[in-house]
């Protein structure tokens, strides 16, 4: 059995893949029971999906890979690349991208 594809079909398969591939997904992970990260560079108030999307927000000159939060006080704690370092919690759960 023979398959014919059309060029229409392949470019616009194509396209898909290349639309595909240009989204990052904002996955973060929570991690590390009983630590945060230390080096905080950034403090703002948001619940967790703000706190998610302000991480996402990534600038190329400093990208935030890591975050704790504090649900009781909607406390978002964002963390730069090269600042991660683990530390004891004090309330504070820890994610990373």
Not at 41 to 57: G, H, N, P, Q, V
Not at 72 to 84: A, F, I, M, P, W
Request: net charge negative; charged share 20%; hydrophobic share 40%.
């Amino acid at each position: 059995m023979k398959v014919m594809t059309s060029p229409l079909a392949l470019l616009a398969f194509s396209g898909l893949l290349w639309i595909g591939s240009a989204f990052k997904p904002g996955v973060y992970w929570e991690v590390h029971p009983g630590l945060q990260y230390r080096g905080v560079s950034k403090e703002i108030s948001a619940d967790l999906e703000e706190c998610k999307a302000a991480c996402a927000r990534d600038e190329p000159s400093m990208p935030c890979l890591a975050f704790n939060f504090m649900e009781s006080s909607g406390t978002c704690q964002l963390v730069y690349e090269g600042r991660k370092r683990l530390v004891p919690t004090d309330g504070f759960e820890a994610f990373v991208k």
